[in-house]
């Protein structure tokens, strides 16, 4: 009887290592066909020449030149589409200054697409020295038309903004004048508040610490003062709605209460 239960014992336990065996060589045969799965997947789609980029095509621009653009990726072209380095693509058009960010997008089975955000100038810097540059709403400094990165497109509408210490700067760099900031956050405001009113303003300015605007068609002079913003520029808005500016050259707003009145000077 002692040794039939021994050899019960040593049948089961025979199963149960049998079973186990079978498993490890199932779960092994499992990882081999997987791995050799997916070796052979990647090596097909860095090889397979479906997935040879036959077009390159450059989506978000507004006013950089497309064409250069283009030549810059074309090396792209007949590569793999798989084994092109999003990072190498940056590097390219980091040259670009107006470049603000790049999406690199694949699609099935040869296309790549290059999604790029623009910085958009928004106004000429001026100085003493008569140079001018292009920034953008963050006071990036944009990259000059003359370098042949902007599609044939006229600039002459954007703003001044003047008497802008302009030294050492550089392209893709930020302006550090401490008065940029100030009128940076004017601009917006009034383009937030009145789009039609932005359009009639020439340029922005600070005189001893005061900002001043002209307007574009009779240079009629806003006085802003240095405080209190976004209230006088709502009072002068809502002058120009109702009033209009023809029989002024002008609008001084330093000395009044920007809640109840401006002073109007011929």
């Known amino acids: 009887m002692h040794n039939m239960r021994r050899t019960y014992k040593n049948k089961n336990y025979g199963q149960k290592r049998n079973i186990l065996l079978s498993f490890f060589c199932l779960l092994i045969l499992f990882l081999i066909l997987a791995f050799t799965f997916a070796y052979l997947s990647l090596y097909g789609l860095s090889h397979w ?97 003359s370098i042949g990165d902007f599609d044939d497109y006229s600039m002459n509408d954007l703003p001044v903004f003047s008497r802008i210490n302009t030294n050492n700067l550089t392209s893709g760099g930020v302006v550090s004048d401490k008065n940029i900031k100030i009128l940076l956050n004017i601009y917006d405001h009034i383009e937030k508040v009145n789009p039609d009113f932005l359009k009639r303003i020439s340029e922005f300015y600070m005189q001893d610490n005061e900002v001043i605007l002209i307007e574009n068609e009779r240079c009629v002079k806003f006085l802003l003062g240095s405080e209190e913003f976004p209230e006088r520029i709502d009072k002068l808005i809502f002058a120009y709605q109702n009033f209009g500016f023809a029989n002024y050259s002008e609008i001084d707003l330093r000395f009044s209460d920007p809640k109840n009145e401006i002073i109007i000077l011929r």
Do not use: C, W
Not at 59 to 67: A, R, S
Not at 105 to 118: D, G, S, T, V, Y
């Open 49 to 145: 020449k479906l997935l040879e980029v036959e077009e390159v095509k450059i989506e978000g621009t507004q006013y950089l030149n497309k064409n250069l653009l283009y030549l810059r990726l074309a090396s792209f072209e007949g590569q793999n589409l798989f084994k092109i380095n999003d990072n190498i693509i940056r590097e390219i058009l980091s040259e670009y200054k107006r470049i603000k960010s790049i999406k690199v997008i694949r699609k099935l089975p040869n296309k790549l697409k290059i999604i790029i955000q623009e910085r958009i100038p928004i106004a000429h810097l001026s100085s003493n020295n008569e140079s001018q540059y292009m920034i953008d709403k963050e006071g990036i400094v944009l990259v000059s038309n």
